[in-house]
């Protein structure tokens, strides 16, 4: 859920509760313990893009049939931080399936952080499978996009927006 809230525009966590995680009967502490520290441990490295101010190219979310919403279990955000594209996307658990991303531009690479792969690249677009409660984090490298010549502006040329952010359940 720490994922789900960051996508909905959270800026800080808090982790609830070290009494009630010693006493989960369902779920070893330990289990429980290493968990929190996981997420803690990816939440910290992505921090910087998290909380980045840099402007966010236009990222379109779909279903991968045509014409059709994102998922409505699916949470997303996307940052602009030292010259990549980050995509948070969450699956809230209420349904599982693919998801199409459209970066304003096709990518050079898309790594998936933390799982050791990477997209394959087919033009602009690009799915990924998202099974109920998972997290996936991608790294996304656009070309620079060269306007009168200048590639040092190429970066900060792109169109740049957010999504709407609904109102979170």
Known sequence: ????????????????SWFD??????VPFSVQWDGLKRVAAE???????????EAVPTVKVQSP???????HWLHWLARRY?????????????????????????PRSIRVLG???QIRIDGTAFQDDL??????????????RRIGGDAARASTDLECGTRPNPTFK
């Open 1 to 16: 859920m720490a994922w789900q809230c960051i996508c909905e525009g959270a800026t800080g966590l808090v982790f609830y």
């Open 82 to 106: 030292s010259g990549k594209l980050y995509l948070f996307a969450v699956n809230d658990g209420d349904g599982e399936g693919a998801a199409q991303f459209i970066p304003p531009l096709a």
């Open 65 to 71: 049939a045509p014409s059709q919403a994102a998922p």
């Open 115 to 117: 799982e050791g792969r």
């Open 43 to 53: 939440i910290d490295q992505m921090t910087p893009a998290i909380l980045s101010v």
């Open 131 to 144: 099974r109920r409660l998972s997290v996936h984090l991608y790294e996304i490298e656009l070309p620079p």
């Open 21 to 26: 995680v010693q006493r989960n009967p369902d």
